[in-house]
Every structure is written in C-alpha cells, then in structure tokens.
Nanobody, 125 residues
Framework: QIQLVESGGGLVQAGGSLRLSCVASRVTFSRYAMGWFRQAPGKEREFVSA????????KYADSVKGRFFVTRDDAKNTVYLQMNNLKPEDTGVYYCASEYWGVGPRTEAVAYDSWGKGTQVPVSS
C-alpha cells in the first residue's frame, strides 16, 4: 500500500513561490501517475496538476498554467509542485494523489487510488 506524505507548505505573500514535495513509500514509484489537488476553505477539492508515470506528460488547471510546474524524481520517490507568482486564490490545502499504472495524467479525483494528508498553503495579499 502506497503511502504519500506532502511537505513544503507554509504562509507566503502574494507574488511569492513555494515548492511542494510529495514522497511515496513502500512502492515502485515509477509505476504511478501522480496528481496534485487543492481544497480552499468552504470549497470542493479541485484539480491542480498531474504527471504521468513516464514524466513526459503533464496537465494543469487553467488557473495555474504558466505559474505552476509539476515534476517527478523516481530515484527519490518524489513528485514536486513548483508554485510561482502565488495569488490569494491559491490558498488551500494541497494534496498529492497516486494512480497505479495510470494512463494519466488525469484530472478527475476519482481516478486516483491513494491520497496524502495534505499540506497547508495560505497566501496573504
């Protein structure tokens, strides 16, 4: 059973940057497509970004295109989300998720098998 642990969140001012990490344990990481989702207070969880198991294909929500970048390092069992030019509307809890042998990258939350517990990203104006 894959275990996912996110880190890298924290308070940041608008215009700033953060890099989130998600480390997977107990698995052959290269067999997993990975996704990032977020949930703002009082709102539903929404798709942010995803990367397939090869690392060659990625997807982004329109709201983050050109500002956020997803990468993976299979040697470290880690997927990253580089977030630049952060805006107050980026505030939320960010979750990583995995899809075993997923054809990915997928935008639907239901496609993912396992989830981390999330990391908080508050963006102040």
């Amino acid at each position: 059973q894959i275990q996912l642990v996110e880190s890298g969140g924290g308070l940041v001012q608008a215009g700033g940057s953060l890099r989130l990490s998600c480390v997977a344990s107990r698995v052959t990481f290269s067999r997993y497509a990975m996704g990032w989702f977020r949930q703002a207070p009082g709102k539903e969880r929404e798709f942010v970004s995803a990367i397939d198991f090869t690392g060659d294909n990625t997807k982004y929500a329109d709201s983050v295109k050109g500002r956020f970048f997803v990468t993976r390092d299979d040697a470290k069992n880690t997927v990253y989300l580089q977030m630049n030019n952060l805006k107050p509307e980026d505030t939320g809890v960010y979750y990583c998720a995995s899809e075993y042998w997923g054809v990915g990258p997928r935008t639907e939350a239901v496609a993912y098998d396992s989830w981390g517990k999330g990391t908080q990203v508050p963006v102040s104006s």
